[in-house]
């Protein structure tokens, strides 16, 4: 068997150069969580926060806003994801290019640890949160969401399975590295287990719709762009965006999906 591509490929690799050329896209598609993630965060004016797979950043520079007397630290493992966040800089912010489960954060140095969807790639997961543990001040605390387990019957899986019987693409290492790495912290029992430096962890269900596109064409464009660069025939287009059009309207093409809000505390 083949050893796994290691994530720090994957993020400074394709998936990582696709993410950055289409970060507003990705952007719109886990926008409508935000309002639970920062409600959850509380974050204060002089909070010091650290973002966990920051990304592109737009949820560090919300975080700057709020902590406007604080501070907002953005790490990522991906070089172009980073150039992107660097180009949108505010006085109280700063990014950092590294893994956050070896970074050598300050001690105590930060009030509120927030992710969006950032914590699941780690190669230690139980390693990388005691050591953010060790980052958070006694007291301070967390806020991050991540994946819910695959379920057939969603309209995700559903959309996604038919489409990809329209366009069937071989299996790719890459692609496979990143899902399972999504997917690696879906189950509630394994969140409490990495979270084992951490009390008051609470994990609830948060609803809200995953943005792909404008209209089902532009979805169905942004779809393909995540595949080989192969000509796709006019009528698979068409039969990709009908399966889209359902879940089209004045908001653009919005998938119902679900995530876990996972809280706590450091003791």
Same mark, same amino acid.
């Given at each position: 068997?083949?050893?796994?591509?290691?994530?720090?490929?994957?993020?400074?690799? *394709?998936?990582?150069?696709?993410?950055?050329?289409?970060?507003?896209?990705?952007?719109?598609?886990?926008?409508?969580?935000?309002?639970?993630?920062?409600?959850?965060?509380?974050?204060?004016?002089?909070?010091?926060?650290?973002?966990?797979? %920051?990304?592109?950043?737009?949820?560090?520079?919300?975080?700057?806003?709020?902590?406007?007397?604080?501070?907002?630290? =953005?790490?990522?493992?991906?070089?172009?994801?980073?150039?992107?966040?660097?180009?949108?800089?505010?006085?109280?912010?700063?990014?950092?290019?590294?893994?956050?489960?070896?970074?050598?954060?300050?001690?105590?140095?930060?009030?509120?640890?927030?992710?969006?969807?950032?914590?699941?790639?780690?190669?230690?997961?139980? *390693?990388?949160?005691?050591?953010?543990?060790?980052?958070?001040?006694?007291?301070?605390?967390?806020?991050?969401? %991540?994946?819910?387990?695959?379920?057939?019957?969603?309209?995700?899986?559903?959309?996604? =399975?038919?489409?990809?019987?329209?366009?069937?693409?071989?299996?790719?290492?890459?692609?496979?590295?990143?899902?399972? *790495?999504?997917?690696?912290? %879906?189950?509630?029992?394994?969140?409490?287990?990495?979270?084992?430096?951490?009390?008051?962890?609470?994990?609830?269900?948060?609803?809200?719709?995953?943005?792909?596109?404008?209209?089902?064409?532009?979805?169905?464009?942004?779809?393909?762009?995540? =595949?080989?660069?192969?000509?796709?025939?006019?009528?698979?287009?068409?039969?990709?965006?009908?399966?889209?059009?359902?879940?089209?309207?004045?908001? =653009?093409?919005?998938?119902?999906?679900?995530?876990?809000?996972?809280?706590?505390?450091?003791?």
């Amino acid at each position: 068997m083949t050893a796994e591509l290691p994530q720090t490929d994957v993020w400074n690799g *394709a998936v990582g150069g696709h993410w950055a050329a289409h970060h507003e896209r990705y952007d719109a598609m886990l926008a409508d969580f935000d309002s639970a993630l920062f409600e959850a965060a509380a974050i204060r004016p002089t909070d010091r926060v650290l973002d966990i797979g %920051c990304g592109a950043g737009p949820t560090t520079r919300r975080a700057a806003r709020l902590a406007r007397w604080g501070r907002a630290l =953005g790490v990522d493992i991906s070089a172009p994801l980073l150039e992107r966040a660097r180009a949108a800089l505010l006085p109280n912010l700063w990014y950092e290019q590294g893994d956050a489960q070896t970074h050598p954060f300050p001690e105590s140095g930060f009030d509120v640890m927030i992710s969006r969807g950032g914590v699941m790639f780690f190669a230690d997961h139980r *390693a990388a949160f005691a050591n953010i543990a060790r980052a958070v001040r006694p007291g301070g605390r967390f806020a991050f969401i %991540c994946p819910q387990p695959v379920d057939a019957q969603s309209v995700e899986a559903r959309v996604f =399975g038919r489409l990809a019987e329209l366009r069937p693409l071989p299996p790719d290492p890459v692609t496979t590295a990143a899902h399972r *790495a999504m997917a690696s912290l %879906c189950e509630p029992d394994r969140l409490r287990e990495v979270l084992a430096d951490f009390s008051q962890v609470a994990i609830r269900p948060v609803h809200a719709a995953s943005v792909y596109g404008s209209d089902p064409e532009d979805a169905v464009d942004f779809v393909l762009s995540r =595949g080989p660069r192969t000509e796709v025939a006019a009528e698979v287009r068409a039969a990709m965006a009908e399966v889209f059009t359902p879940y089209a309207g004045p908001l =653009g093409v919005r998938l119902p999906s679900s995530v876990w809000l996972v809280t706590g505390v450091r003791p």
